[in-house]
């Protein structure tokens, strides 16, 4: 049996890792959950599952969650402090790592100095600090496994072949819902708008992120740390029915890809089940009832945030860290109505023209990059 600590256990991840440790009681059980405000959620959570101990954002919601406990009370932890300590908790072995943004980072550097192998849905981890992660893992040799569903693919279709046969990897993208609406009409698109994912049901970031692209510029980035790529070995391609998840293209010209329906709950099953597979839920892929798979070049000029991902990438240091950064900044401004759907990107832009990169080494130099970041950022909004 695997037993799981979630970091982000009421958010879509968690959801619906849940779903698949429900499905399994024989292979899961649950050490740890790590949650936010919504302390509702995470009182069922804790009724159904009797984790050992909880963590949510902070003191106040710490009291509203032990008011509504039951007989069966876990210990109880606050703040990213408190999901830290979650993270490395005794007795799990897998940490699935799904809070949302950069405050992920901190809690699952402990899971990985705790010797926790890594279920990695937080992209995050590795945009702002792949180089530190990267040790990290190979120090205290834990494994560091793909959640998301591009990473994932990428992982199930380079098994069993060499990494020097490869040519190139390639991640698809839905296109979000603004594939076919004009650089034009992209200026006053609004918040309603920019949260109707035409596939995918995820959490509000992360659906703005794919509207504009930069989420899948965050995934360049993952994906340069998880299997050792550079920029030059990168693609991207627009796909918008998202059943081929993504691909790698080998040296000789083939080239393999990972199918199946856009549901989180395969990649969750997968990466909590490797080196073996479970059923997950999902429903099976007719491919004749789909008809026809389509791609397209992403626009670049349209969805500026995918070539600001690439340009991080490429100019390496703090610039990653920083890019990260500014986008949640710039993100949250847009979910509040204080800028506007194009401005995210602006945003990020001038935010990385004023950074001035350095190398960092510690996890507090990167800390400091992302601090730094914000705070240009919200100056640049007003």
């Known amino acids: 049996m695997r037993s799981l600590t979630i970091l982000g256990s009421t958010g879509s991840i968690g959801l619906s890792t849940l779903d698949v440790v429900r499905q399994h009681p024989e292979k899961f059980s649950i050490v740890g959950l790590a949650a936010g405000q919504d302390v509702v959620a995470l009182a069922e959570q804790i009724k159904e599952f009797k984790p050992e101990a909880v963590s949510v954002k902070d003191s106040d919601s710490a009291k509203k969650l032990q008011a509504l406990l039951g007989e069966y009370k876990p210990e109880i932890f606050y703040g990213i402090e408190g999901a830290a300590t979650i993270a490395a908790t005794e007795g799990s072995d ?6 949302v943004g950069a405050a992920g980072l901190v809690p699952t550097v402990r899971a990985i100095k705790a010797g926790k192998h890594i279920a990695l849905a937080n992209k995050e981890t590795l945009v702002v600090a792949g180089q530190l992660i990267s040790d990290l893992v190979k120090k205290y040799n834990v494994q560091l496994l793909p959640v998301d569903s591009e990473h994932s693919a990428i992982f199930q279709s380079l098994e069993g072949h060499r990494i020097e046969d490869v040519q190139r990897i390639i991640l698809t993208a839905s296109g979000g819902p603004f594939r076919n609406t004009s650089a034009e009409e992209l200026k006053t698109v609004g918040v309603e708008k920019a949260l109707k994912h035409p596939q995918w049901t995820m959490g509000a970031k992360i659906t703005i992120d794919s509207a504009t692209m930069m989420n899948k510029g965050l995934e ?11 920029a030059e070995k990168i693609g991207v391609v627009v796909h918008p029915q998202s059943i081929i998840h993504s691909m790698v293209e ?3 010209g083939c080239v393999i890809a990972q199918l199946g329906a856009p549901d989180m709950r395969a990649p969750i ?5 490797y080196p073996e597979r479970c059923k997950s839920g999902i429903q099976k ?4 009832k789909i008809g026809m798979l389509t791609f397209e070049e992403p626009d670049t000029v349209k969805f500026p945030a995918l070539r600001l991902a690439f340009d991080a990438l490429k100019a390496g240091r703090t ?4 890019l990260n950064a500014a986008n949640e900044v710039a993100v949250a401004a847009f979910l509040d109505k204080k800028i506007g759907f194009t401005e995210i990107a602006t945003t990020v832009e001038k935010t990385m023209q004023a950074h001035k990169a350095y190398t960092p080494i510690e996890l507090d130099e990167y800390l400091q990059a992302d601090k730094w970041a914000r705070e240009t950022a919200q100056k640049l909004i007003g």
């Open 285 to 288: 892929l007719d491919l004749v």
């Open 94 to 99: 897998m940490v699935v790592s799904a809070i």
């Open 250 to 252: 080998y040296i000789d």
């Open 319 to 322: 610039y990653p860290a920083v």
């Open 269 to 273: 099953a997968y990466a909590l089940s």
């Open 220 to 230: 360049v980035i993952e994906a340069h740390w998880l299997f050792n790529m550079p």
